[in-house]
T-cell receptor
Framework: AQSVTQLGSHVSVSEGALVLLRCNYS??????LFWYVQYPNQGLQLLLK??????LVKGINGFEAEFKKSETSFHLTKPSAHMSDAAEYFC????????????FGTGTRLTVIP | GAGVSQSPSNKVTEKGKDVELRCDPI?????LYWYRQSLGQGLEFLIY????????KSGLPSDRFSAERTGESVSTLTIQRTQQEDSAVYLC?????????????FGDGTRLSIL
């Protein structure tokens, strides 16, 4: 079975500061991992994905995430927060078999303080 | 349009009524998913369609929920005899295939409110 745990339902950072959103996964097979962002009243937009190629994955809007098998983690980072980064972020895992449906974490709401 | 389109964007109805939600996937995407996003439950998988194969209904919460898809095009999610706990945002996603490296692209959702 697959699952993800996102530590911290709310994270606040100052504009220009490092953004770190944590995600740990559980999977019985090599996982596919995704980060999505959701702005108010919108659907989910894909930020980046890990599909067993490079362990450091770069996504849109300056975000990146590193797959660490030993730590079962896939934390999302951005060197310098921008006001427009304020949103809710979801980590998701799939095993790539069967329906390939995504199992989502509970989300982390990011607030950027001017 | 280029993205996944869902309608209506908002739906308010009385308890006990039936509702129908629509999803237009990205053209050419063979896989289509429905998810539900509600307070306290996060994002839950409901149902999955892949081409002409039998759908995976394992996530449907009760027999009041059903969904159809015609070929590789439009899908409708129907909730019969709605209950207040059905209030949520219903999200549709499509992908180019069912492989794990195929990301899912989401619509903006339908916000359903049951009075």
């Amino acid at each position: 079975a697959q699952s993800v745990t996102q530590l911290g339902s709310h994270v606040s950072v100052s504009e220009g500061a490092l953004v770190l959103l944590r995600c740990n996964y559980s999977s019985s097979v090599p996982p596919y991992l995704f980060w999505y962002v959701q702005y108010p009243n919108q659907g989910l937009q894909l930020l980046l994905k890990y599909t067993s190629a490079a362990t450091l994955v770069k996504g849109i809007n300056g975000f990146e995430a590193e797959f660490k098998k030993s730590e079962t983690s896939f934390h999302l980072t951005k060197p310098s927060a921008h006001m427009s980064d304020a949103a809710e972020y979801f980590c998701a895992v799939s095993d790539g078999t069967g329906a390939n449906n995504l199992f989502f974490g509970t989300g982390t709401r990011l607030t950027v303080i001017p | 349009g280029a993205g996944v389109s869902q309608s209506p964007s908002n739906k308010v109805t009385e308890k006990g009524k039936d509702v129908e939600l629509r999803c237009d996937p990205i053209s050419g995407h063979t896989a289509l998913y429905w998810y539900r996003q509600s307070l306290g439950q996060g994002l839950e998988f409901l149902i999955y369609f892949q081409g002409n194969s039998a759908p995976d209904k394992s996530g449907l919460p009760s027999d009041r929920f059903s969904a159809e898809r015609t070929g590789e095009s439009v899908s409708t999610l129907t909730i019969q005899r709605t209950q207040q706990e059905d209030s949520a945002v219903y999200l549709c996603a499509s992908s180019a295939g069912q492989g794990g490296n195929q990301p899912q692209h989401f619509g903006d959702g339908t916000r359903l409110s049951i009075l």
